[in-house]
């Protein structure tokens, strides 16, 4: 939850567990993430192979797989899921390709002679991490590997955990049809390190994306500056504005929804009528024991589910825009007004007719999203995050030149940068004849 909030008045009729902590040792997870990180970078292979089989009882001839081993997973999965990922994939796509289309390169003349311009350049090689375990990702890997290489990504290189022991197949088929240039069966710290810093078999890239667990996480933090990243996920959140025409069991069902991810994902209600948060309520307690995943859900919504009563809409997307959640519903008669209202969130799901699972899964916009608040200052991934937008500058008129190393001799001497001073003091020698002492002691002269 945010540390602090502003001063909405709010009554809270159902709040998040005041139970003891979990305790435990809060730098066990850095330290263990350390060690993993540092025997990969020491040993390469051998310390890969060695966590692969410690963790995930995997270590075969090659992590890599071949082009008939992914053929293989691929004719292995029923033809409607792979129909149903082509759909899906297609989503992401048009929406990935709308976003390029959006970004403008352009050149300008800002004086006669001085050429000035904006490039997107796509980055080289990048990683597209899906989680498997209990629930595997399918979904990450059209996010993460359909955006890159709409983006122009040469090199994607995507990596996930066995699954029992084996191939994960449906994440391998999503991974080959997103366009993965090569796909390793390889999971936990021990793939994000190998991505990171490069291997005998697994070449580094310069950016990682993807979700994952907090050990995967707090990899990604440590290696972030030696390798890009998409951003650093905590637990799934989800929040909801409702007024008191939000139909309850709707709205139970979608907070329900995310909260089945792990017991340490928050879900909140924020609303205008204290009859419908009861009622909320009461469907959560009816609906969770008939949940497969209420092992997950029931913690989650003990420990962090919340429920507001405030007086007014505007007051709900002011508290909204404080918990700055990454997934924001609004079931309100007017949903739009919070489009133009809201500023701090990762999604926004417009009405009733949309909720979260769509965007985890098929509408199209991406999954990775800020968490923890961070979407007060961060958007989730897009195509842009694989793009560098670089710049360039061209002066072909000494005048001009000529005009530009005055000032910047000047501005650099405020300074005290003398270097610099002397760049542009050699070009108003050069194309000006002017004359400069230190110019003169290093024997240059120009005719």
Not at 51 to 76: C, K, M, N
Not at 136 to 157: D, E, F, N, Q, W
């Amino acid at each position: 939850m945010p540390p602090q909030r502003t001063a909405i008045s709010s009554r809270m009729i159902k709040g998040p567990s005041e139970g003891p902590s979990k305790g435990g040792d809060p730098g066990a997870v850095g330290r263990a993430v350390a060690d993993i990180i540092a025997a990969v970078r020491a040993r390469g292979d051998e310390a890969v192979r060695q966590y692969s089989e410690r963790f995930d009882h995997w270590a075969p001839a090659s992590f890599r797989l071949t082009q008939d081993e992914i053929a293989g997973a691929v004719a292995r999965v029923p033809e409607q899921v792979l129909a149903d990922i082509r759909f899906v994939q297609q989503q992401v796509r048009t929406m990935a390709e709308r976003q390029l289309a959006s970004l403008t390169e352009f050149e300008i003349e800002t004086l006669p002679g001085v050429h000035l311009g904006q490039k997107n350049i796509p980055i080289s090689a990048s990683a597209a991490y899906v989680p498997g375990g209990r629930y595997p990702m399918l979904a990450s890997a059209h996010m993460t590997i359909v955006t890159a290489k709409v983006a122009g990504v040469a090199r994607v290189a995507a990596a996930t955990p066995p699954m029992d022991g084996a191939i994960p197949d449906t994440t391998v088929a999503g991974m080959a049809l997103a366009g993965a240039d090569e796909i390793y069966i390889l999971g936990g710290v021990q793939a994000i390190a190998a991505l990171a810093v490069g291997t005998n078999s697994i070449p580094k890239v310069d950016l990682i994306a993807g979700p994952g667990n907090g050990f995967v996480a707090e990899a990604k933090r440590q290696l972030y500056g030696e390798v890009g990243i998409d951003l650093l996920a905590g637990p799934t959140e989800i929040l909801i504005v409702a007024d008191d025409r939000a139909d309850p069991f709707l709205t139970a069902v979608d907070l329900l929804s995310q909260a089945e991810h792990g017991p340490d994902s928050p879900a909140v209600l924020i609303t205008t009528s204290e009859e419908l948060g009861r009622a909320v309520l009461a469907h959560v307690d009816a609906l969770l024991p008939l949940l497969p995943t209420h092992d997950n859900a029931g913690p989650a919504w003990r420990d962090h589910g919340e429920i507001h009563v405030v007086a007014t809409l505007s007051d709900a997307y002011a508290l909204a825009d404080d918990f700055a959640f990454e997934h924001v519903q609004i079931f309100t008669r007017e949903p739009r007004e919070a489009l133009e209202t809201m500023r701090h969130y990762g999604a926004l799901f417009l009405g009733e007719g949309t909720c979260v699972p769509y965007g985890d899964k098929t509408i199209g916009t991406n999954h990775v999203l800020p968490t923890r608040g961070n979407a007060r200052h961060s958007g989730g991934l897009w195509v842009g995050k694989f793009l560098r937008t670089v710049t360039y500058q061209e002066v072909t008129d000494r005048q001009a030149s000529s005009r530009l190393a005055e000032v910047t001799g000047r501005a650099a001497r405020v300074e005290h940068f003398e270097g610099h001073a002397r760049s542009a003091d050699a070009r108003l020698a050069k194309y000006r004849g002017e004359a400069f002492d230190w110019v003169s002691a290093a024997g240059q002269h120009w005719h």
